[in-house]
């Protein structure tokens, strides 16, 4: 099974109070990686740049501050269902994103009917793929320790 969703909006990227630009960015759900999204900024004279995290941050971020490492999200207005504020960290690096939590709900509603909420577990392909990804992990670094002893 390989199914995905796929939408592009266009965000705010807010540089400081008194200037911001709008950009395209690419939303991503792909099944074979069932709990995360990946949104591709494409920042102008930058080569584009793709953040992944939790399906579940997004979704909890467009009603209350979501968010306990380098992506915080939350809504710019708790009290209605408007603009979403996305914040991404490296070290001390930060970029402010700001989105209408209209096209994220939309996009969030589609992957919701690809792959329910809470039946990601459900996913064989998933967890063979996970399976694979960490034995590959272990085999390669059960290589490394032979070659440092």
Known sequence: MHESVQAE???????SEELAFRI????RYDARDPYAVRLTFHLPGDAPVTWAFGRELLLDGINKPSGDGDVHIAPTDP??????????QVGGDRALFRAGAGPLVAFLDRTDRLVPLGQERSLGD???SLDQALGKILAESQ???RKAG
């Not at 395209?24 to 939303?27: A, F, S, W």
């Open 143 to 145: 290589q490394d320790e």
């Open 79 to 88: 009290e209605e269902l408007s603009d979403v504020h996305i914040r991404l």
């Open 24 to 27: 395209p960015v690419e939303l």
């Open 9 to 15: 909006v266009m965000m705010s990227f807010l540089v």
């Open 126 to 128: 998933f967890e063979e």
